[in-house]
């Protein structure tokens, strides 16, 4: 009985011992990394090109170098049914940007008509609201 008792007390003390040395270890590491108070944001950082940016003009832009005003109704995104699904494509007609797998049976006979035409968007969360609103 005396043996077992020994033995469990050493094998407790192994997993302290390793437990508080990991803990300790640890500690150490995560202090080396974490920028002192001395060290500004900027030396942490790397450094980025500014990048340009485009708004519609009635949009204030704050702490930007380069702003080029967005042509009001530019029309880039093109969603028309193709064989019996939903395609979205650029804005020369010619590459596709998004495979939706809508079956265009999904909205209304008055809908499926403009689909079939196709209609233009200028950005493509107005496509994603647009058919967000008839499948859901």
């Known amino acids: 009985m005396k043996k077992y ?7 407790l003390g192994v ?14 590491f995560g202090e080396a990394k974490s920028p002192t108070a001395s060290q500004s944001q900027e030396e942490t950082l790397p450094e ?33 049914s193709e ?6 494509f650029g804005s020369h007609g010619k590459e596709i940007c998004l495979y939706t797998h809508i079956p265009i049976s999904d909205f209304p006979e008055s809908e499926q008509d403009k689909l079939r035409q196709g ?18």
């Open 5 to 11: 008792n020994i033995c469990f007390l050493l094998l």
């Open 15 to 28: 997993v302290l011992a390793g437990l508080l040395t990991g803990f300790f270890l640890n500690r150490d």
């Open 48 to 80: 980025m090109e500014p990048e340009t940016e485009t708004i519609a003009e009635d949009r204030v832009v704050m702490n930007q170098k380069k702003v080029k005003p967005v042509q009001k109704e530019e029309k880039q995104y093109l969603l028309v």
């Open 83 to 88: 064989d019996g699904f939903l395609l979205v």
């Open 119 to 136: 209609i233009w968007f200028s950005v493509m969360e107005e496509i994603y609201s647009y058919l967000e609103s008839y499948t859901s």
